[in-house]
Every structure is written in C-alpha cells, then in structure tokens.
C-alpha cells in the first residue's frame, strides 16, 4: 500500500482540481496558486519520503525541456491576449522596459553576484541575465485577461497588465543573448577579443533577426489558414479547435531554432501576427482558452517539483548574504530600474510603481539556468546558483503572490473611480493613468 507511483498519481489527481478552483477562489485572496503548489510540493516531499529526489542539478535536462515547453505554451497565451495593436507610442512603455530596465537589471544583480556573493563574472552575469526577465508563467495575476470578444470590447488591458504582458512577452528571448554571453565567458573566459565578434553577430543580431522574422512569416501564414483559407474544410476559425494553438506553438518555435533563432521571441511575435490578422474574432479567445489551461497544467507539475526540491535541500547552502541580495533585487534593484526606465513617460505615478514592482521571476529563470549549465563550463557552482536562482524564484512567488491580488483590485478601483469623474457614468470611459 501507498507505493510511491499510486502516490503520484493520486496526488496529481487532487492538484489538477485543485489548479482548476484555485484562480477564482483566490481571485481578492492575498494568496496565488503557485503559492499554494509551492508549498504543497514544499509538504508533499517532505512527508513522504518515497517520493524521488527532484533535484534539479541530478536532473537538469528534464528540467531543461520542462521549462522550455511551459515558457513558449505562455508565450503564445501572451500574444494571443493583447488586443493593443503594435507601434513605437502605443507599445512605449514596453520598450521602455526592455531597453532599459532589463538591462539595468542584469547589469545591477551581475554586479551583486560578484561583489555580494563572490561568484565569477561567467556566473555572475549568468544569474543577472536569467533572472533579468519578467516570468510570462507566474505573472498571470498581474496580466491581461482573454482576448477581446466579437464587439470588440477587452477585458482588463489597461496599461499596468499590458505592460507586464507584453514585457514578459518579449524579454525571455531578449535576456537569451546574455545567456550565450554568459556561456562564451565561462568557456573561453572574460577577455572580450575571445568572444565579442561572435556573439554580437550571431547571439545578437543574427538570433534576433531570425526570431522576429520567423515569428511574423510563420503568424501570417497561419493568420490566413485560421481566418482567410477559401475553403470551409481548411479554415480553421470555423472547427473551434483550440489546440491549434499548440501546433502554433511548436511550429514557430520549432523552425526558427532549426534556423538558429531565438525561438522565444519567434512564438511571441507569432501570437501577436495571429492576433494581428483578425483582432476580434471569437477563435482568438477559443485558442487562449486552450493554451491557459495547458500553461496552468504545467506550472502545478514544476512548481510542486521546486518545491519538492526546496524540501528535499535545494537552498541548503543558503545563507545571509544570499537572502539579502535576493531581497536587495526583488526590492530595489527591479522597482528602481523599472521607475528609472518609465521616467517621463505615460503611466502614472501608481502604475509606474506597480508595473516596476511586478517584475516577477519564475519558470523562465530555471530554463535558462538549465540551459547554461547544460551548455556552458561553470565548474562546481552548479548547486550554489541552483540555490540562489531556486530562492529568488520562491521569494518572488510569495512576495509578488501575496500582493497582486490586493494591489492589483485597489488600482482597480482607483481608476474605476477617476474615469467615472472625468467621464461621468454615460458611456464606456477610456483607461486613465492613475
């Protein structure tokens, strides 16, 4: 009795019921799902000891593909969510963010890595770009809602969720180039003449290019397929099949990295070149539909593995000064970097506090920390930036976890409030910053 595959199975059985209640129980609660999956994985391992070790540096290349497969499944959520057509001003405040505060970011915690923590530059820039990006899977509390119906009419895009969305969007492929850097440096060390051409060629510009191009010639091919295709039998608007989204997915994603691209960014620029071709059609929220659903799935199994892990001594060798550069970065280094970078521009100043705070880290970090250490030679430091990665990851999911839902309802609220002041309560009132 109680055998640990009947266990597994069991226990996945209560989750996955579990994650379909979660979302709108917790809906004002100062509480997240992954909150809740972090801490039953946390429990869960801990109490039952038959359970396998997850430990992800014994088990790097399942992680590797886990992660992968979650990230580019939200990404494709993302995309398909944002009604907001693409444009220098109506998307400003996106590249705000990632022009400057990822950068500041990377920049800021690479630093503390190498003064704070000792790690070395190959390292240290590592952790700075993988934990850089906003996570497109965690953030789901602080992001846009379904596409928009047939009228036309969105569902909670104002300019806080907008931003969050389409910054985790863009910057996971964005943060890759860092990533490779980080590679490069720990192969054939610092010195720029060893690794510069190469990686601002290929890494930078080829890899970005590629991805974006990619991404746009696979979203109008499959744009006119789902909504323009002569034929009923082949349009596949008409079927409502919303794992069509999937395939989606995989073919951006899978033909651009065959091309040596940043798939990442292939499959986000796809999402939003669908979205693109027929902005208001009802197979657009059939399509999210589906891949929310996917997404949710996938979270509960990696978050309830990280937490399994942190059960089972994954921050064993955590200490102090650790947790204060965990802090410093959630706290100080993201807010400042985002408030610097949103300077001057449109959002209020309440917006421009929530979007700098909201940066939240998940999925995302652990891919790229797997890949690196899959690809790169970063010696015996594997467990420790395990370890500081895997407690960025837990704190954020508590810290931003516990806020977002308040935060997020009494912004609301507030702008609720002003439209109805400057508007009055005839007719829909515009998005105001606050």
């Given at each position: ?42 429990l ?21 593909h ?28 996106t ?87 980080a ?19 290929v ?52 033909v ?12 986000f ?28 799935l ?29 802090l ?107």
């Open positions: 009795m109680f055998e640990a595959p009947s266990l597994v199975f069991a226990a996945a059985g209560v989750a996955v019921f579990i994650a379909a209640m979660l979302p709108k129980l917790l809906r004002n609660a100062p509480l997240s799902m992954p909150m809740v999956f972090l801490g039953a994985g946390m869960a391992f801990a109490l039952i000891p038959e359970l396998p070790d997850p430990d992800p540096v014994q088990h790097g290349e399942v992680v590797t886990l992660t992968e497969v979650c990230v580019i499944i939200s990404l494709m959520g993302a995309g398909l969510a944002l009604d907001r057509p693409l444009g220098l001003r109506t998307w400003s405040t590249w705000r963010m990632l022009g400057l505060a990822m950068p500041l970011c990377i920049i800021g915690l690479a630093l503390l890595g190498l003064w704070a923590l000792g790690l070395g530059l190959g390292a240290a820039l590592l952790v700075g770009a993988a934990l850089a990006p906003t996570d497109p899977v965690l953030a789901s509390e602080v992001q846009v809602g379904e596409p928009a119906d047939e009228e036309g009419k969105t569902e909670g895009e104002d300019e806080i969720r907008f931003a969050l969305t389409s910054e985790a969007g863009l910057n996971d492929g964005l943060a890759f180039p860092f990533v490779y850097l590679i490069a440096i720990s192969l054939v060390g610092a010195s720029p003449s060893e690794w510069l051409l190469p990686w601002f060629t890494d930078m510009l080829w890899r970005i290019s590629v991805g974006v191009l990619c991404g746009v010639l696979t979203g109008k091919a499959l744009g006119r397929l789902f909504f323009s295709a002569r034929h009923d039998s082949i349009r596949l608007s008409d079927h409502n099949e919303g794992f069509v989204a999937l395939a989606a997915t995989f073919l951006a994603y899978g651009t990295e065959m091309v040596e691209g940043y798939g990442f960014i292939a499959v620029v796809c999402a939003v070149t669908i979205r693109a071709a027929e902005r208001t059609h009802g197979f657009h929220r059939v399509m999210h539909s589906y891949v929310e659903q996917l997404e949710r996938m979270t509960v199994v990696i978050l309830v593995l990280l937490g399994g892990a942190i059960a089972r001594g994954l921050l064993g060798g955590i200490a102090w000064p650790e947790v204060l550069v965990a410093a970065f959630l706290l100080l280094v993201r807010p400042l970097a985002g408030w610097l970078s949103l300077a001057r521009g449109k959002t209020g100043p309440r917006e421009r506090i929530a979007i700098s705070f909201f940066g939240i880290r998940g999925i995302g970090s652990l891919y790229y920390l797997a890949y690196a250490l899959s690809k790169g030679n970063f010696g015996a430091q594997a467990q420790e930036l395990w370890a500081f990665v895997g407690l960025v990851v837990a704190m954020s999911i508590v810290v931003h976890g516990a806020t977002a839902a308040p935060v997020m309802n009494r912004l609301d609220r507030l702008r609720a409030r002003k439209a109805v002041q400057l508007h009055g309560d005839e007719g829909e009132a515009p998005k105001t910053a606050i």
